[in-house]
């Protein structure tokens, strides 16, 4: 009888532990699904703001290119007449843009930078991970020291002492246009200098020296815009990518 009342409490405090022991487990398992969608939907955040970085990224991006490109041409027309026979150059030139104006990069970093230094782990997919990473601490870099580096990778400074010699203002142009400073877009300034004319032509023309800086500055300007269109086309993979896991990580 006695062993029968003991079974019988063993069976039932068994019972109780095994109850306890599931309750557990299947608030472990509730716990956990909590904390997977509170994690995917910290990295959706995550992917939707660097998207919207790379997006604004895409636009300075494309500013300095119109530019660069802009320059480039107006150099190669002012650097073919200075190497012609030409008295007077066959094509209309912009000197300014030729003399050309230094630009400035500043991408956009922040989300990545706060997600770098928390908790990286954050992105679930490695290979994604991996490639935004990469991104970020290289090509990232890279294009904002080709930019910025004037030291390096600017010859506007080298181009200046010749424009000052073999130029002047042009009496006969409008007055400075300058962008509207109260305008919230303070990346996209519409001026336009006072243009500036060729005073000394034969001067120019017989300074080899001046041939030499307007070939460096093609030259630079040139890795700078095959530098841009790269990383654009970087961008739009990235961004590809970003979108198919989001895909993923919504569905």
Known sequence: MAENKIGKYFL??????????????????????????????????LLENIKKDLNLDTLDIGFNLQYHKAFITEEKKFLNF???????PSDLIDYNGALSAPLVIVLHESTFTNVQ?????LLSNNELRKEISRFYDFFNKAIQKVENDKEVYEAYTLKLPYFLKYFKLDPDAPPMVLSNPNSDDYYNPDFQKQSIIIEDIPGAKQDEAFKIVMNESIFFRQIKIDFYIDMVNRINELSQKIDQELEILVN
Do not use: M, P, T, W
């Not at 109850?19 to 997977?36: D, K, S």
């Not at 509170?38 to 955040?45: H, L, N, S, V, Y």
């Not at 200075?82 to 007077?88: H, P, R, V």
């Not at 230094?117 to 782990?121: E, K, L, T």
């Open 12 to 45: 039932y405090a068994l019972g109780e532990i095994i109850l306890v022991v599931l309750g557990i487990l299947i608030a472990l398992q509730v716990n956990n699904r909590n904390e997977a969608k509170k994690a995917r939907a910290q990295e959706i955040i």
């Open 82 to 88: 200075l190497n012609s026979d030409l008295i007077q």
């Open 117 to 121: 230094n928390n908790d990286i782990g």
